[in-house]
């Protein structure tokens, strides 16, 4: 990947939407030069959907909370449990005090405590600590500008 890779990669996180000319004419290629890398960061997997960033309070997703889990055994294989949890968007594991880290939206906190009563339920659970979010400052995705491979240097 070089560097005209990674700022198709910044043009294409800001309005996935532009077209290929517009995405050629901004790091200085044309729209079938565009295309085809664009093309082939796809092929690659380093692109790995297209979506639309949606305000979840306006879908009923108001309260966010973080939840970790504590757990009496090995949580690495417990991946289909979390995932058939709609209200999870994400789920890790991680290193320290509790076993995985998940990221939960609903629209109420008595939703929130119905997640957190399924979560309980995943064989192996031993506990959570929720954290509510109480205001977001900002999110941001990975910036493909300010990141460099090994291979890069």
Do not use: C, N
């Amino acid at each position: 990947m070089d560097h005209i890779d990674r700022a198709l990669l910044a043009q294409l996180q800001e309005d996935a939407t532009r077209p290929y000319a517009a995405l050629g004419q901004a790091v200085g290629l044309s729209a079938g030069a565009a295309h085809e890398r664009v093309r082939k960061l796809r092929d690659r997997g380093v692109i790995r959907r297209t979506t639309a960033e949606v305000d979840p309070s306006a879908v009923g997703g108001a309260v966010l909370a973080y939840v970790m889990v504590d757990s009496t055994s090995w949580m690495g294989d417990s991946a289909p449990e979390f995932a058939a949890l709609p209200e999870i968007l994400e789920a890790h594991v991680i290193a320290g005090s509790a076993s995985v880290l998940v990221k939960v939206r609903t629209g109420t906190t008595e939703q929130l405590q119905d997640v957190l009563r399924r979560i309980y339920a995943i064989d192996g659970v031993s506990g959570t600590q929720a954290t509510v979010v109480l205001e977001t400052f900002f999110e941001r995705q990975i910036s493909p500008l300010s990141t460099t491979t090994e291979q890069e240097r």
